[in-house]
């Protein structure tokens, strides 16, 4: 049924064309095409059938009449691209990494693990240096600005919005004045979690929540989960991963927080593979280490479990990194396939909770958990839950902070904002810290996320 | 351990009739969800609605003209026949009353006969009231306009075939140019978007906009035609409004002519099934994965497992409908060896020799076009000894096999009624 979804139908054809070579009707079907090298991306184009899906749901070429759109970005590009000497058009920096080509097409076409290859090449290979470049690498390595941010906390959050300040990164670095920086925690998560215990005082924690909720018998080898918190819930929005870490801990899970780089998605969507191997190599190794110890992995950030899932094994050849996939989970998703959350919302009230607009990330609904909030939290008292529908928030990670993709950015987050006003509720929700921040950026509401709902409604 | 995502009635697929399934389960309250491997395809169909266009294996014969009265000589391996007239009615009434006045089609029995892109004449039991003044029955005048830059329907083509075909109505063709031109290979969706907001035309001096520039273009052609045929871009969120203030600039019905992929009439039928949907209570995951496993004991299927980036993700249910479509999707699976129902190995009868599976001229009577599962009475996939295969798994639309949909034109009707009636009977067993 999917076996010509991803790039693994050369392979099948191959192992079949082995089989019928010893029938007995003596046919000789033959590899036309060199189907042994990695990344080969022919079996993907070739599924292509120009029905134009993609160009019709990509939210950029809606609003960007120079944009080619995913057809061309994607396949015809690829195409092109084995005739040699042609350099990948510049117009693949233009893409906003949202995937929503990804899910439109009917026909299988791996246009993320396309682009992504693309983008690459342009940036790695062909672009030239220029500011903006620079400016990519480090919006991309925003965990390293995060971390030494985080340093000293009060002074970033003081000089990031201080207008002389931005008003020289718009200059220089081609930094959106419009934007309101994200505030630095004074205290990342991590500091957090190590002034709480730790692992131990997790442990801890979970064994009383299973005494109190009378599963002694489990098995606590059976609850326990790795946290990948990525670089935002632990520089920024800390009360995310808190409310995580209360919400596992008061279903008896025992919760450690391994060793992690950034996920890689901003670098992916600026081309920087090279960075993102860097960071994806000790994320396999730290994160298979707790698997092998029998931990399944959590992510509250919808683009980091999509990397962790998706874009790895898409794009890199590291050992475990298959893994880490399979056993790679969004942390509300888990808890509806290990828990009977039903019967723990069943009943509960949230009076305090404000109602909210949800917005399902792109990112999201890449993985088919784009309604899941508003089924789960459907029958919960005192709170409404309201989907705004699936227009991209036009953000995109670090695209929207580009200066010159401003404009495209907000003008693709239009449709979000005015169902978002539509809605009585004047909060929002949303899993993906960036479409978090156009949210707030376009509409003044406070945005939570549903660990924190559910964190008010189990705690 | 895991403990499986849970409903009375699991629906997997998210086409008309795994839509119509959900529909009908939902609607008789039992608590349903709907799973499609990725996002629907529905957007890229046509949006009409057929019951039956053609008699099956009917070389040269002409169109059905009431669809309800050929399903009595269908032959009783057709799903039509297995769930009878009866059904079929009911099915689509329950449709009816979901899209409202948005779709007419069902004052008759008689099939309509709906102009399409390329001129030829559809012959369908609904089509959406957008597409009501184009008939090809109807003696008015037709003037068929294209847009310069618009791939995919070009006037002038159309109503020559239209003429060809004898309809009873002079037809004209005119190309204008969009009043907006955005880019050279702008989308269906961008002119349906530019329609809706109807912002003003830059450089035309006064605050005229986009619809009233449209019919000051046409206008010139209209002469003595009574009703105008555009295609189908002429909005998402306000086709209604857009085609009244164009009746009125150019005092003359105003028609959609049903496009291919991506298709403005197939996403409003999707945005209106699965608002339907969600309406009726009914949950929906889309693009999770396809589903690739199952557990059964004693005959029942107890789990199904979605491969999400290779975690199995469980889903468990009373009862199950099969409904993930043909061999085009997905849901008969062919290789060298043989062909098979890929999710539950539900039989799937077809020749020994793959030589037999398909004849020699594209358009031949092709063996493959009628593979898929063999239904009881009851809806349940049947095994090569008679007896069903599971007694909780039902099939609905093109996962059965026994007729061949692109040439009798009953893709979606068949789909509407199977769809329909397992999803009542796993409703009633669930």
């Given at each position: 049924m999917s076996d010509t979804q991803r790039g693994d139908t050369t392979t099948d054809r191959a192992e079949t064309d082995a089989d019928v070579e010893s029938d007995e009707e003596g046919y000789e079907p033959r590899d036309v095409f060199d189907s042994t090298t990695e990344m080969d991306l022919r079996a993907g184009a070739d599924n292509c059938t120009k029905v134009g899906t993609c160009d019709a749901e990509c939210p950029v070429a809606e609003v960007n009449d120079d944009f080619p759109g995913p057809q061309f970005q994607g396949p015809e590009q690829w195409r092109l691209s084995q005739?040699?000497?042609?350099?990948?058009?510049?117009?693949?920096?233009?893409?906003?990494?949202?995937?929503?080509?990804?899910?439109?097409?009917p026909s299988g076409v791996p246009f993320s693990e396309m682009h992504n290859t693309a983008r690459a090449k342009y940036v790695l290979e062909d672009q030239p240096l220029s500011i903006k470049k620079i400016r990519n690498r480090i919006l991309a390595n925003y965990r390293t600005s995060a971390w030494l941010a985080s340093k000293l906390p009060r002074t970033a959050n003081f000089f990031m919005n201080n207008g002389a300040v931005r008003w020289l990164m718009e200059k220089t670095m081609k930094i959106p004045s419009e934007r309101e920086f994200p505030e630095f925690a004074t205290q990342t998560f991590r500091e957090w979690w190590a002034q709480r215990g730790g692992e131990a005082a997790s442990k801890e924690r979970a064994a009383k929540a299973r005494a109190q909720r009378g599963e002694e018998d489990v098995d606590p080898a059976d609850k326990r989960v790795a946290y990948f918190h990525g670089c935002y819930s632990n520089y920024n929005t800390t009360q995310v991963a808190k409310a995580m870490v209360r919400v596992y801990e008061s279903l008896g899970y025992e919760i450690t927080v391994p060793k992690q780089k950034c996920s890689g998605t901003p670098m992916f969507a600026n081309g920087r593979v090279d960075d993102a191997r860097r960071h994806a190599k000790v994320n396999v190794e730290h994160l298979g280490n707790a698997i092998e110890d029998g931990y399944d992995v959590i992510c509250t950030c919808s683009s980091c479990s999509l990397a962790l899932r998706q874009e790895y094994p898409d794009l890199f050849d590291l050992e475990g990194i298959d893994e880490l996939a399979?056993?790679?989970?969004d942390a509300m998703e888990y808890l509806r396939i290990h828990e009977d959350l039903e019967a723990e919302l069943a009943g509960a009230e949230a009076e305090e909770f404000p109602d909210v607009a949800y917005h399902a990330p792109c990112h999201s609904r890449n993985q088919g958990l784009g309604r899941q909030a508003v089924e789960l939290f459907e029958?919960?008292?005192?709170?409404?839950?309201?989907?705004?529908?699936?227009?991209?928030?036009?953000?995109?990670?670090?695209?929207?902070?580009?200066?010159?993709?401003?404009?495209?950015?907000m003008e693709i987050?239009?449709?979000?904002?005015?169902?978002?006003e539509e809605t009585d509720a004047e909060h929002g929700m949303t899993e993906c810290p960036t479409c978090s921040m156009q949210m707030e950026h376009g509409t003044g509401y406070e945005i939570s996320h549903p660990m924190q709902l559910l964190e008010t409604v189990l705690t | 351990m895991a403990v499986a995502i849970d409903s009375?009635?699991?629906?997997?697929?998210?086409?008309?009739?795994?839509?119509?399934?959900?529909?009908?389960?939902?609607?008789?309250?039992?608590?349903?969800?709907?799973v499609s491997e990725a996002e629907t395809t529905l957007h890229h169909a046509s949006g009409l609605l057929d019951v039956l266009g053609y008699p099956p294996n009917a070389d040269g014969d002409g169109p059905v003209v009431d669809p309800f009265d050929a399903?009595?000589?269908?032959?009783?391996?057709?799903?039509?026949?297995?769930?009878?007239?009866?059904?079929?009615?009911?099915?689509?009434?329950?449709?009816?009353?979901?899209?409202g006045e948005t779709y007419h089609g069902s004052h008759t029995d008689a099939n309509a006969l709906v102009s399409t892109q390329g001129g030829t004449v559809k012959p369908t039991a609904r089509y959406p009231a957008s597409v009501a003044a184009g008939l090809a029955s109807d003696d008015r005048d037709i003037l068929l306009v294209g847009f310069e830059r618009l791939t995919g329907f070009d006037a002038g083509v159309a109503a020559d075939h239209l003429e060809a075909a004898g309809i009873p109505a002079e037809t004209s063709a005119a190309t204008v140019e969009f009043p907006i031109v955005v880019r050279d290979d702008a989308k269906v969706t961008r002119y349906a978007h530019l329609l809706d907001e109807n912002p003003t035309v830059d450089g035309a001096g006064s605050d005229r906009r986009v619809r009233a520039a449209l019919a000051d273009a046409v206008e010139p052609s209209v002469e003595d035609a009574k009703r105008i045929g555009f295609p189908a871009v002429l909005g998402v969120d306000h086709?209604?409004?857009?085609?009244?203030?164009?009746?009125?600039?150019?005092?003359?019905?105003?028609?959609?002519?049903?496009?291919?992929?991506p298709s403005i009439l197939g996403g409003r039928l999707e945005d209106r099934l699965y608002a339907a949907l969600d309406d009726a209570g009914g949950q929906i995951e889309s693009g999770g994965g396809p589903i690739v496993g199952f557990d059964a004991e004693g005959g029942m299927i107890s789990a199904v497992y979605m491969d999400r980036s290779g975690s199995q993700i469980p889903y468990a249910a009373e009862e199950y409908v099969l409904a993930t479509g043909d061999v085009a999707g997905g849901g008969i699976d062919?290789?060298?060896?043989?062909?098979?129902?890929?999710?539950?190995?539900?039989?799937?009868?077809?020749?020994?020799?793959?030589?037999e599976w398909f004849e020699g001229e594209a358009f031949g009577d092709h063996a493959f076009a009628e593979f898929g599962v063999v239904v009881d009475e009851a809806l349940r996939p049947m095994s090569g000894a008679g007896d069903p295969e599971f007694s909780n798994l039902r099939a609905a639309g093109a996962v059965i096999g026994g007729y061949d949909y692109p040439a009798e034109k009953s893709a979606s009707g068949v789909s509407i009624a199977t769809g329909y009636a397992a999803g009542r009977r796993a409703a009633r067993e669930g």
């Open positions: 005739k040699g000497e042609v350099e990948i058009d510049d117009s693949i920096t233009e893409c906003s990494n949202c995937l929503q080509c990804d899910s439109g097409c399979a056993h790679t989970y029958d919960v008292e005192g709170v409404t839950v309201t989907d705004v529908g699936d227009s991209c928030s036009g953000i995109s990670g670090t695209y929207g902070w580009k200066s010159e993709k401003y404009e495209t950015s987050g239009e449709e979000m904002f005015e169902h978002m | 009375d009635v699991l629906v997997i697929g998210g086409g008309i009739a795994g839509l119509s399934a959900a529909l009908s389960a939902a609607r008789t309250g039992a608590d349903v969800r709907l399903i009595g000589d269908l032959p009783d391996s057709h799903p039509y026949a297995i769930v009878g007239a009866g059904t079929v009615r009911d099915g689509l009434a329950m449709i009816d009353d979901v899209l086709p209604a409004a857009i085609r009244t203030e164009l009746e009125d600039r150019l005092g003359a019905a105003v028609f959609e002519i049903p496009m291919g992929p062919s290789d060298r060896d043989g062909v098979t129902e890929p999710i539950f190995g539900c039989h799937v009868p077809h020749p020994d020799d793959r030589y």
